[in-house]
């Protein structure tokens, strides 16, 4: 597990690798050769318009923010959103990832078919599925071969190198296209929060469509019934919760509590001691999470699980989401709050484990993310005079929730992939769940609507969710550096933060020592986390 896994840039674990604004954001999503200034420069950059879409309003409302618009039932009356195909009959090659099994390709999914068709175009799709480097080693080899596909999604953490300098070489400059008042040409565009297209700006341009999810990033999703033998999932502190997770180990059975993902482990873990969501600020000086207490905390707590075989035993396993339905693993970390209320859940009782006190003294918190993760680039082998129409393709599939095409995209074919019932909400067919209906799957990966919560026949847990969201939200922090830049972020942060991971997760499996985090926090300053904290709290200074 060289890299983060799946889920890790959706919570807070990714947040040292990024640059302007810290968790998310793709300022540096590889460490690259970034023109001097470039934090400067993107700091100017005057950011898309927003515009928000009328849609049906929500059974209860969203926070900016805070808490994510819910929906108990689906509207009844989808508007629709664009007018006519916006392809134009040429195929459309993408380069994109998925967290889970990829759906059957080919004429035999007649979703894909229909996709197509209503696109006007065909999506040419490179999908990884995510094991261990696959998307980095993927990314490289197509840039390597010169072939570069007309879209290509940029992830925020797995290591991309020279970021910077590659879209200059490699893609168009989309800032006359989305900046400012230009973005309303695409009103499913113009109408993606603003604070998640700050993850497209590197080196003072917009470089792409960005991606935007929830501010609400990792939990542990559970299995309800899994944690019912020691009374659920709500501990007094880090001891209960250790004494409670150790009696349902039972290895003749391969039953464990905890996925084997280390990282995601461990900043969970920190939320439970108050650690820094990335950086802390006191009086405009500085504390990042490496450097804290609280972090350290979280990783000897993580070691001591390791030992008492608290994760499952496999490090490699790639998707824990089968195995945590099935009862083999109690919880894995996820997205809040799309996790515990899309349709490949609904089988299974998921709920959200809210952070508590580890112990006495310490005050638990949440660490909000920033919204986005990543954007999706076009190639500069694509025409200039075409790049309208892949904008338009992307404004179709951002289409919000409540309109027709968001309808399509998100639930499939109706009759076929999704039925409604005598309330009119929707049922999943066994058909959609395997083609059409899945979390995370390569098209929303690469563009998707604004974020929302909706629990397909399940308004209970819907409403589940909005209550967790609310507990989140009242211990909720933000990360201090976000919408401020530091050129050393973007042109070493990425590598340093791996490194570190790589060092946590050695030391979790027992590789190393819990002493070698102490030098390995020592070379991360000497080699440019101090020269980061230097050029964010001098932006924190100006702000």
């Known amino acids: 597990m060289s890299t983060l896994n799946r889920r890790g840039f959706l919570g807070v674990a990714a947040a040292g690798t990024l640059s302007a604004a810290g968790l998310a954001s793709l300022t540096a999503c590889g460490s690259g050769a970034a023109t001097s200034g470039g934090a400067a420069k993107s700091a100017k950059v005057k950011l898309p318009d927003f515009v928000a879409a009328k849609t049906a309003a929500p059974d209860i409302a969203g926070v900016s923010g805070g808490p994510d618009p819910v929906y108990l039932r689906y509207p009844a009356n989808p508007v629709k959103a664009t007018s006519g195909a916006p392809g134009d009959g040429k195929p459309i ?7 889970v099994q990829p759906a059957p390709s080919g004429s035999s999914n007649q979703y894909m078919t229909e996709l197509n068709k209503r696109l006007g175009s065909k999506l040419d799709l490179t999908v990884t599925q995510d094991v261990g480097d696959g998307y980095l080693g993927k990314f490289n080899s197509i840039i390597a071969g010169g072939q570069i596909p007309d ?8 290591g991309l190198q020279k970021v910077p300098a590659l879209l200059q070489a ?11 008042s230009a973005v309303r040409k695409y009103p499913n565009l113009a109408n993606l929060p603003t604070y998640a297209w700050k993850t497209s700006v590197v080196d003072g341009r917009i470089w792409g469509v960005t991606v935007a999810q929830s501010h609400f990033g990792q939990t542990y999703i559970v299995n309800s019934d899994f944690w019912k033998k020691v009374g659920g999932t709500t501990f007094s502190s880090a001891d209960d919760f250790f004494n409670k997770a150790k009696e349902l180990v039972d290895q003749r059975t391969k039953k464990y509590p905890l996925e084997p993902a280390y990282i995601n482990a461990v900043h ?3 939320e439970w001691w108050g650690a820094p969501n990335s950086w802390a600020d006191k009086g405009g000086k500085l504390t990042h999470m490496f450097e804290s207490d609280e972090y350290f905390a979280a990783l000897e707590f993580a070691v001591k699980c390791f030992k008492a075989n608290l994760f499952w035993p496999d490090a490699t396993l790639a998707n824990a989401n ?7 693993i109690g919880a894995y970390v996820e997205s809040m709050p799309k996790a515990i209320s899309t349709a490949d859940n609904l089988s299974w009782p998921a709920d959200a484990m809210v952070p508590f006190a580890a112990e006495s003294g310490s005050k638990p918190n949440f660490h909000l993310n920033y919204g986005s993760i990543g954007f999706t680039a076009i190639s500069n082998g694509v025409d200039k005079a075409r790049i309208p129409t892949l904008l338009k393709v ?3 599939l951002a289409a919000p929730m409540g309109t027709e095409e968001n309808l399509f995209l ?3 074919i109706e009759g076929r992939d999704y039925k409604r019932t005598s309330s009119g909400d929707l049922t999943i067919t066994a058909k959609g769940q395997a083609e059409a209906v899945t979390s995370f799957s390569p098209i929303q990966n690469f563009t998707q609507a604004p974020p929302y919560v909706y629990a397909p026949g399940a308004p209970a847990r819907a409403k589940r969710v909005n209550e967790v969201q609310k507990q989140l939200h009242a211990m909720a922090i933000e990360n201090p550096v976000n919408g401020l830049y530091s050129d050393t972020n973007t ?8 490194n570190m991971y790589d060092l946590l997760n050695d030391i979790v499996a027992g590789r190393k020592p819990l002493s070698a985090w102490k030098g390995g926090v020592k070379t991360w300053r000497s080699q440019g986390g101090d020269q980061m904290r230097s050029e964010y709290e001098k932006a924190l200074a100006k702000s």
């Open 151 to 158: 879209l290509v999604w940029f992830p925020p953490n797995q």
């Open 491 to 498: 042109n070493k942060g990425a590598t340093l933060t791996q």
């Open 170 to 180: 490699k893609f168009h400059d989309l800032t006359p296209y989305l900046s400012g």
């Open 268 to 270: 969970l873990f920190s």
């Open 322 to 328: 089968p195995k945590v339905a099935g009862g083999q």
């Open 93 to 99: 090659s993408v380069l994109t990832e998925t967290w």
């Open 394 to 396: 992307m404004d179709y």
């Open 410 to 412: 998100t639930y499939g």
